[in-house]
């Protein structure tokens, strides 16, 4: 079947104007999550989504970062305003459920660069 | 903030040989999983040890868990030139969902 799919798979943007990324998941898969990565680092969690409600936002780096997810399906994370140091890979991942040591398939991620 | 730390940063050996990386963590764990990652695109899931786990195998994996030392080790045997990729470890803590990542090792394998 399909893995997770994000789209773009790159955006280039100039500083201050908005953009949006977008994660499918996998189907049945009730967990979804958000990370980021700056180039050569580790990946950095922004939020996670059980269902359509985000239990933690704690990881979003400011409130210039929002993240929804409707059907409980797609994913859609914005980045309003964007500065220089929003350039990164963002990942998405999902899983079967939460807590019960499931694997988290990752999609290929959306480069973005902001310039 | 980044629980895991691998080591070394970066590795190289000749094809066949064996690698072998470490990671260190700081809280305790409910498992801990190793991705791999090539081009610095999607990861890919090797292998999940459970905190009551000491060792797994996987193919040409093999990964150690020692949680009194909060340490793991990812060891590939008969290195390929396919096995070139950035290696991370990333635990999951008890009543927590999200994976805590390391900043990876780069593994070159050369033919």
């Known amino acids: 079947g399909a893995g997770v799919s994000q789209s773009p798979s790159n955006k280039v943007t100039e500083k201050g104007k908005d953009v949006e990324l977008r994660c499918d998941p996998i189907s049945g898969h009730t967990a979804l999550y958000w990370y980021r990565q700056s180039l050569g680092q580790g990946l950095e969690f922004l939020i996670y989504?059980?269902?359509?409600?985000?239990?933690?936002k704690s990881g979003l780096p400011s409130d210039r970062f929002s993240a929804e997810r409707t059907g409980g399906s797609v994913s859609t994370l914005t980045i309003q305003r964007t500065q220089q140091e929003d350039s990164a890979v963002y990942l998405c991942?999902?899983?079967?459920?939460?807590?019960?040591?499931?694997?988290?398939?990752f999609g290929p991620g959306t480069r973005l660069t902001v310039t | 903030s980044q629980q895991g730390e691998e080591d070394p940063q970066a590795l190289s050996i000749q094809e066949g040989e064996n690698a072998t990386m470490n990671c260190s963590y700081k809280t305790s764990i409910n498992n801990l999983q190793w991705y791999r990652q090539n081009s610095g695109r999607g990861l890919v899931h090797l292998i999940l040890?459970?905190?009551?786990?000491r060792e797994k195998h996987s193919g040409r994996l093999r990964v150690t868990l020692d949680t009194s030392k909060k340490s793991s080790s990812l060891l590939i045997t008969a290195s390929r030139a396919a096995d070139t990729a950035s290696y991370f470890c990333a635990t999951e803590s008890y009543n927590d969902y999200k994976l805590s990542f390391g900043a990876g090792t780069t593994v070159t394998v050369r033919a």
């Open positions: 040890i459970r905190s009551n786990e």
């Open positions: 989504f059980q269902g359509n409600s985000a239990p933690d």
């Open positions: 991942a999902s899983s079967f459920a939460t807590g019960t040591s499931d694997e988290q398939y």
